[in-house]
């Protein structure tokens, strides 16, 4: 039996994403998402994704270290996106506008994906578009996000992605959110490649953490706490019991309870044990040691008892973190559907042209570099 040849895949059809830029925006943040975008059309060898910086007005926009951006076009031009990210930083509360919720919600009603990096997740939650969509944010703003959009399930990780949203913490998790989206896209080779380029030792996960300063948290009222998680820090491989925990800082075992329930939210066994295993991870991730190894260096008497803490805390075996495989994740509630025509982009005003993406310049200033070209995409 012969069958008729099969048609050669068509490439995957360029990707749009503007950047929409906040008053006193991080600019680290704002390179960590659009580097690996630039990276990936040279490897490629071909335009993957484009982008184009936004703001209200289309005017220059103070980043938060006073360096002044000119963005490629207000966000009144109607561009084609696919995606649109929210650059955030300093005071997000102040930088944003009725006018940036409006025009967020207009992308929402034309499903496009949304994003937020460092505080750029207040703009979105602000517009009722991350309710019950889990969500990163830098740290500093975890506990004002919380009390302000308690409908968004903030995490403390360094970025998530649910469904159509994007969101990551700040810093230099963009890149981390940047490769795994890439990586989605255009397979892992890519995002490897990529990582190489940037001399970047391993690509973050979703699971990955940021650490949240306890005082950060607690503040300066119970120093007795401080003391006692300082003391589990210090003593990982060899924990020290409840009872010697309580009698060190001068409390009674139930008080030590009742403090980690009051403040952590949880035992202060629990909490233990989450910090043995998250330097149980970073070991596996960072290291080549033996799981032996590591279950003995974060205190765990037997490998079998360390693997099964380990899988139910982290979602997969330790063997399954090292070769890299994904976690098993939890379904979350989908949100209330949102309905509704944006009427305004039926009014026929007369727009600027639209603005050309400097990933177009970018990619033929790149023809003469040994990489160009040199990973082959699975589309």
């Not at 009725?98 to 979105?124: D, F, K």
């Not at 004002?144 to 230099?172: N, W, Y």
């Amino acid at each position: 039996m012969t069958f008729p040849p099969q048609a050669p895949k068509k490439p995957a059809a360029t990707q749009a994403i503007g950047f929409l830029l906040l008053e006193n925006f991080t600019l680290f943040s704002l390179a960590s998402a659009i580097e690996p975008l630039r990276m990936a059309n040279q490897l490629a060898g071909r335009e993957l994704y484009r982008w184009f910086t936004l703001s209200l007005d289309g005017e220059p926009i103070s980043a938060s270290d006073g360096l002044k951006v000119t963005p490629d076009a207000a966000i009144t031009v109607p561009l084609a996106l696919d995606m649109v990210v929210v650059c955030g930083g300093v005071g997000p509360a102040r930088a944003v506008q009725r006018e940036h919720v409006t025009w967020l919600q207009g992308q929402a009603r034309l499903s496009r994906r949304l994003g937020g990096i460092c505080t750029g997740s207040w703009a979105l939650a602000k517009a009722g578009l991350l309710d019950g969509y889990e969500t990163s944010v830098h740290w500093e703003c975890l506990a004002a996000m919380r009390e302000s959009f308690p409908r968004a399930l903030l995490t403390t990780r360094l970025f998530s992605i649910d469904r159509e949203r994007a969101t990551a913490s700040g810093g230099t998790a963009p890149l981390d959110m940047m490769l795994t989206l890439i990586g989605r896209d255009h397979g892992r080779e890519l995002a490897a490649g990529i990582s190489e380029m940037f001399i970047c030792d391993r690509v973050r996960g979703e699971q990955d953490q940021q650490r949240v300063p306890l005082k950060h948290i607690l503040g300066t009222t119970q120093p007795k706490l401080l003391e006692i998680v300082a003391l589990m820090e210090s003593n990982l491989e060899e924990p020290i019991g409840l009872e010697e925990l309580a009698a060190y800082v001068g409390v009674s075992r139930r008080q030590l309870e009742r403090l980690f329930q009051k403040y952590l939210l949880c035992s202060p066994s629990r909490y233990y044990l989450k910090l043995r295993l998250t330097r149980a991870r970073q070991l596996l991730k960072q290291t080549s040691i033996s799981i032996i190894e590591v279950a003995s260096a974060c205190g765990f008497v037997s490998t079998p008892h360390f693997s099964k803490c380990y899988r139910e805390f982290f979602g997969q075996p330790p063997r399954d973190e090292r070769l890299g495989a994904s976690p098993v994740r939890l379904p979350i509630p989908a949100p209330c559907d949102q309905v509704g025509a944006n009427l305004e982009l039926l009014s026929f005003e007369v727009y600027p042209a639209e603005p050309v993406s400097t990933a177009v310049k970018a990619l033929d200033q790149a023809r003469g570099e040994p990489t160009y070209a040199s990973v082959l995409l699975r589309s």
